[in-house]
């Protein structure tokens, strides 16, 4: 229940009456048909509450935009596939369509030409996925005005944002390996968003506060095949105990790499991946990782974007640290 200094809000009203948020909007639109006794619960609710249709509940009666925008450089990796579907379904039960847009460049007229059409549509707010570098640029672009967030691992300035805190997992996943005996940790990274993503520098921020060697960055691409010459590398190098992978499908290539150049993976080298893909727990040996609830970042994306559309006042962060998960990837150094 909304309390004295705040004004109630669609989800006050659906609390009131017991029923869903979507159900409100039924009863307000008379979109479809809801049964008589739930109508008026839902109009006691509203008369009780003296609640005033918010900007969505009068664009749903005006036939003004239902619609939400997404905008993401891919739909295809775990982690955008995942995040999208968080938004998909947290939209839908408030009533929503979702509409997706992929931009495939970073280019400033490609950026600009998928945030026009995507502006040309009747939409009532956006949500872009910024991980990558495409995201970045079009978060730049959009105009002033327009409900947007951005959904990131790094909180940064601009629109309201829904945050994994990968920095802070990184450093706590070295930190693991570092506390099992490992020297140093080698890093493989996936293509950052910006010069440097959260990733690559909670792993640099664990090494230097304990005052461990930083070796160099190795540079994977998104294809999980790119792992297995950079895993066969770092088996060529003796001084190599330990890798910490930007994500999971690079780290199983660099496992195989690691393999197929004659070390045992974790009884030559320790290997941890990132975001806990499906395959990661399956893999051999099982992936010590981190846990990114990424159909929940959608779903904190959403409630970001939803009290804009509403014209409520919106917290301008919302971020979580995913959480580490320890398998049998990962063990200390061999001595001697």
Known sequence: MSNAT????????????????PTVSRVLTGAAKVSEDKRERVLRAIDELKYRPSATARALVAGQPTMVA???GNTSRFGYAETIRGVEQAAREAGFLVSI??????????VDGAVGTVLSQPIAGIVVLKFDPCGVQVVHRLPPGVPAVSISGIQEVGPPQAVLDERAAARELVDHLLDLGHETVHHVRVPPSREEDGRTSGWRDALVARGRRVPGILDATWDPESGE???????????????????????????KGLVDGGKSVPGDVSVAGFDDHPLARLWNPPLT??????????????ALLLTQI??????????TVPRLVVRDSVDRPRRG
């Open 101 to 110: 847009t992929v931009v495939e460049t970073s280019d400033p007229e490609t």
């Open 6 to 21: 705040s004004r109630p809000v669609i989800s006050d009203v659906a609390r009131a009456a017991g029923v869903s948020i």
């Open 310 to 319: 509403n014209g409520e006042s919106a917290p301008a962060f919302s971020s």
């Open 70 to 72: 997404i905008i993401a």
């Open 229 to 255: 010459p950079l895993g066969r590398a770092l088996a060529d190098s003796p001084d190599v105990t330990a890798v910490f992978c930007g994500n999971d499908e690079i780290a199983m290539g660099v496992v």
């Open 289 to 302: 990782t981190v846990r990114q609830d990424f159909a929940g970042l959608g779903t904190r994306a959403f």
